[in-house]
């Protein structure tokens, strides 16, 4: 069962252009939301965030919204650039208390390859 | 900076042989992480530590065996490798909650083939 479903495999936008990135999650559990970007053969690298509490939260080009009683979040990339190609990870963690303290305990989801066009 | 080192970064495996995938983190972080990435299936999680002596199963665990070493250092065996396990697998790192925006640290990955 796909707690975290990112229902398109790929998308194309044209440079300059606004790039929307949807995720549907499940769990009534999650409750901070994340995503994150992978160039090919590297590491995925973390982008932006949101917490339960909060519905929008911007950094720089990059808007990530959260609908929680749709189960729904998006990111948009305002302008797009044809650096922003890569594949696109939303993930979702629970509040996961260790003996240590709270910590992430991330799903992810299959991703969704952006191509932005010059 | 490493940052999250793993090795090797290329393995080719026969059915049935064993290897163990590396990991360290120069962070301080108290949680570590494998995932494996598959095409078509994201990244999924085979084992997790929140904190160094504890280690608990993902949603993939079996095959594998870890082992955290150390804070720095959290390992990833397989005891017999099948052709099901031909992946990329990727080591991370992280803190706390409260103590930074959620970010999961990555390693560069490990491509690992059985034959």
């Known amino acids: 069962d796909q707690q975290v479903k990112q229902n398109s495999p790929s998308l194309s936008v044209q440079e300059g252009r606004i790039s929307i990135l949807n995720c549907d999650y499940t769990?009534?559990?999650?409750?901070?939301f994340l995503w994150y970007k992978k160039y090919p053969a590297e590491g995925p690298t973390f982008l932006i965030s949101i917490s339960s509490i909060k519905d929008k939260n911007e950094d720089g080009r990059f808007t990530v919204f959260l609908n929680k009683s749709a189960k729904h979040l998006s990111l948009h990339i305002v302008p797009s650039q044809p650096g922003d190609s890569a594949v696109y990870f939303c993930?979702?963690?629970?509040?996961?208390?260790?003996?240590?303290?709270?910590?992430?305990?991330?799903?992810f989801g299959k991703g969704t390859l952006l191509t932005v066009n010059p | 900076n490493a940052g999250v080192t793993q090795t090797p970064k290329f393995q080719v495996l026969k059915t049935g042989q064993s290897m163990t995938l590396q990991c360290a983190q120069d962070?301080?972080?108290?949680?570590m992480y494998w995932y494996r990435q598959d095409p078509g299936m994201g990244l999924r999680l085979i084992y997790y530590?929140?904190?160094?002596?504890?280690?608990d199963k993902g949603e993939v665990p079996n095959g594998y065996n870890v082992s955290r070493l150390n804070k720095r250092e959290f390992s990833l065996r397989l005891e017999s490798a099948a052709p099901s396990q031909t992946s990329v697998y990727f080591c991370?790192?992280?803190?706390?909650?409260?103590?930074?925006?959620?970010?999961?640290?990555f390693g560069e990955g490990s491509r690992l083939t059985v034959l």
């Open positions: 769990n009534s559990m999650f409750d901070y």
């Open positions: 530590s929140a904190s160094e002596g504890t280690t």
């Open positions: 962070m301080n972080h108290n949680s």
């Open positions: 993930a979702a963690s629970p509040y996961f208390l260790t003996e240590s303290g709270s910590n992430y305990k991330l799903t």
């Open positions: 991370a790192s992280s803190t706390y909650r409260g103590s930074n925006t959620g970010e999961l640290f």
